[in-house]
């Protein structure tokens, strides 16, 4: 393993209204840096004050009838023994319509539910050209109803370039739900809507990455790259989703297909049935879900058999760890956050944390946690960060094809 991290290796500093930095000294002092930071009911300040106003009641109004994966959680931490307990190998998605979670979500506030309920991140829509999409529901419902421009970061994060926004929402009525310890590969700011959420941070370090086996390279920037990912040139080591979101872009993909194919097979198209099983199992591979081969050869129905099991496995599947999740202890000297309604994180990449959430402390429970974070393309992996962009050029190129592709479509509907 190879580490060439420059950034901070100091805790998140604090802000409040009357502190807050101007996005230029933000900029020096965080992204380029490469430290934490922590903004103390700054919305308003952040002109992030809108997002106030989602609640699962708004989220159900707009995007009700979209489908959406939750996260469903059975044991507690003291129950399965792992203080990283609620990572995905101990909990199984299921793929729902948004009001359906919504009724789980009242369930679980009324505490009639032993379950815990998660609306983590979702698969991305594709474009015409394959480009996955910034947000998808309930998120791009809720960018339109508060018409936030989803090709411009907020403000205080200066020009870097969005990946991806995400809504999380999850039960909060009788038990707090544990993250895992894992990292992103990109930068984050996360906005607390609702509850109560406690952060483990720590950065990328080589004392800490060295005995895991499949890190191959730490970047200057902490971009982590494992083994198991797309070989890097000097060029490839500053694109950031090479290997990590190429998975997501192959499974949309075959779930556009799949859709084609099943309306095939239900008009009696004997080929398209082959087509099918070929799909299923790519999906099923790319899930970590493996193969379904325990059918009898005698059964006439044998390929319509086993294509309803995989479509099994698909709605409701085990999860199992990605490689940014990490199995070793917490190190010692970690620094531990804890943030209220109305309080914002800024933790770059590459950056270990474990979130444990829960109902807000010493204020009315209602039997939800929520969350809105934005994901940028960190600055540069090779270590250049004083260019006033931020950013890899590369992504700044690709936001305006994107954005000439999104008006594109526009003008053809």
């Known amino acids: 393993m190879s580490c060439s991290y420059k950034g901070s290796l100091e805790g998140p500093l604090t802000y409040t209204k009357k502190t807050m930095p101007s996005p230029e000294t933000f900029h020096a002092s965080h992204i380029i840096a490469r430290r934490p930071c922590i903004l103390r009911d700054c919305l308003d300040e952040l002109e992030l004050n809108l997002l106030a106003e989602i609640t699962p009641d708004l989220c159900n109004k707009l995007a009700g009838e979209s ?100 809504l999380w929402l999850g039960t909060a009525a ?70 990590v979101r190429e998975g997501v872009r192959r499974l949309n993909e075959l779930e556009k297909k799949r859709e084609e ?21 790519e999906m099923l591979e790319l899930e970590g879900g493996g193969g379904v081969d325990e059918f009898s050869e005698d059964d006439e129905d044998d390929d319509n058999n086993k294509n309803k099991s995989k479509r099994a496995k698909l709605e409701e599947k085990p999860r199992t760890d990605p490689p940014n999740f990490s199995t070793k202890p917490i190190p010692k000297d970690a620094f531990e956050i804890e943030l209220q309604a109305g309080d914002c994180l800024f933790l770059p990449a590459g950056w270990f944390h474990r979130v444990t959430s829960g109902a807000a402390e010493g204020k009315v429970n209602k039997g939800y946690h929520a969350a809105f974070n934005f994901w940028l393309h960190p600055p540069a992996s090779d270590g250049s960060f004083g260019k006033s962009e931020g950013s890899n050029p590369f992504w700044r190129e690709e936001m305006a094809a994107r954005m000439k592709e999104d008006n594109e479509d526009e003008d053809e509907d």
Request: charged share 25%.
């Open 174 to 243: 009788t038990k707090q739900t544990n993250s895992g310890l894992h990292h992103d590969y990109h930068d984050n700011l996360y906005v607390l809507l609702e509850g109560h959420k406690e952060f483990v941070v720590f950065p990328p370090t080589a004392s800490y990455c060295q005995d895991i086996d499949k890190i191959k390279k730490i970047h200057a920037n902490g971009r982590i790259v494992y083994k198991e990912q797309v070989e890097e040139d000097a060029w490839l080591g500053e694109i950031d989703e090479q290997g």
């Open 67 to 166: 489908d959406v994966e939750i996260s469903i959680s059975f044991a507690t931490p003291t129950q399965s023994g792992n203080p990283n307990s609620f990572k995905p190998s101990d909990s199984e998605l299921k793929t729902m319509q948004f009001s359906e979670f919504h009724d789980l979500l009242s369930s679980g506030s009324s505490g009639t539910s032993s379950n815990s309920y998660y609306l983590t991140t979702q698969h991305l829509p594709l474009s015409s050209s394959g480009r996955p999409a910034l947000s998808s529901a309930p998120c791009t419902e809720l960018l339109s109803h508060f018409n936030m421009n989803p090709y411009v970061a907020p403000p205080i994060l200066s020009d870097l370039i969005p990946v991806n926004y995400n």
């Open 261 to 281: 194919i099943e309306r095939r097979v239900g008009e009696g198209d004997e080929e398209a049935e082959d087509e099918l099983d070929e799909i299923l199992d």
